[in-house]
T-cell receptor, first 113, second 108 residues
Framework: DGGITQSPKYLFRKEGQNVTLSCEQN?????MYWYRQDPGQGLRLIYY???????QKGDIAEGYSVSREKKESFPLTVTSAQKNPTAFYLC????????????FGSGTQLSVL | RKEVEQDPGPFNVPEGATVAFNCTYS??????FFWYRQDCRKEPKLLMS???SGNEDGRFTAQLNRASQYISLLIRDSKLSDSATYLC?????????FGTGTSLTVIP
């Protein structure tokens, strides 16, 4: 079945540590997105990519980095510069064309030790 | 001003009730509109797209008013399983904008 796979489901970060969240899709989608969700708040865009080897900052990119070396993969690194990383992280993808809907992975809950 | 605004609720309704959620968006260039359902600590899942002519899927009816930049979702005959957060999502030039979600609890 086609879909988006995020891993791990739960992740713990020590202070000063970089951690990487994985996102893989086999939907042949061009566009991929990373969102952060804090309790009681809406989704906020961290980074997005419309095509391989290209990505743009979203509203809250500071302290995060991404790469898009393959169409299927869009990993997110939470760096030590992100001082408040505890949140639920959602990866999503779409065909990247007008009127297309968004498909989500199952999310990664990141917590700080 | 936020791109998408929703009443956060919470809405607590008895089983069998009809409940309506509203959403407004600020970007007049918005092209497509959706309602997603999100259960606690799960990913949002598409409930339905919203078309200009309005559309219905079983107990769920969605309406779009482009002139007023307003979207609505009506749930009839509420079930316990409808308890969730409902997200209004707007697509403008391949950017997706989310409301904060409206929390619904259906009470036995």
């Amino acid at each position: 079945d086609g879909g988006i796979t995020q891993s791990p489901k739960y992740l713990f970060r020590k202070e000063g540590q970089n951690v990487t969240l994985s996102c893989e899709q086999n939907l042949n989608h061009d566009a991929m997105y990373w969102y952060r969700q804090d309790p009681g708040q809406g989704l906020r865009l961290i980074y997005y990519s419309q095509i391989v080897n290209d990505f743009q900052k979203g509203d809250i990119a500071e302290g995060y980095s991404v790469s898009r070396e393959k169409k299927e993969s869009f990993p997110l690194t939470v760096t030590s510069a992100q001082k408040n990383p505890t949140a639920f992280y959602l990866c999503a993808s779409s065909l990247g064309r007008d009127f297309e809907k968004l498909f989500f992975g199952s999310g990664t809950q990141l917590s700080v030790l | 001003r936020k791109e998408v605004e929703q009443d956060p609720g919470p809405f607590n309704v008895p089983e069998g009730a009809t409940v309506a959620f509203n959403c407004t968006y600020s970007n007049s260039a918005s092209q497509s509109f959706f309602w997603y359902r999100q259960d606690c600590r799960k990913e949002p899942k598409l409930l339905m797209s919203v078309y200009s002519s309005g559309n219905e899927d079983g107990r769920f009816t969605a309406q779009l008013n482009r002139a007023s930049q307003y979207i609505s979702l009506l749930i009839r005959d509420s079930k316990l399983s409808d308890s969730a957060t409902y997200l209004c999502v707007v697509n403008a030039r391949n950017q997706f904008y989310f409301g904060t979600g409206t929390s619904l609890t259906v009470i036995p």
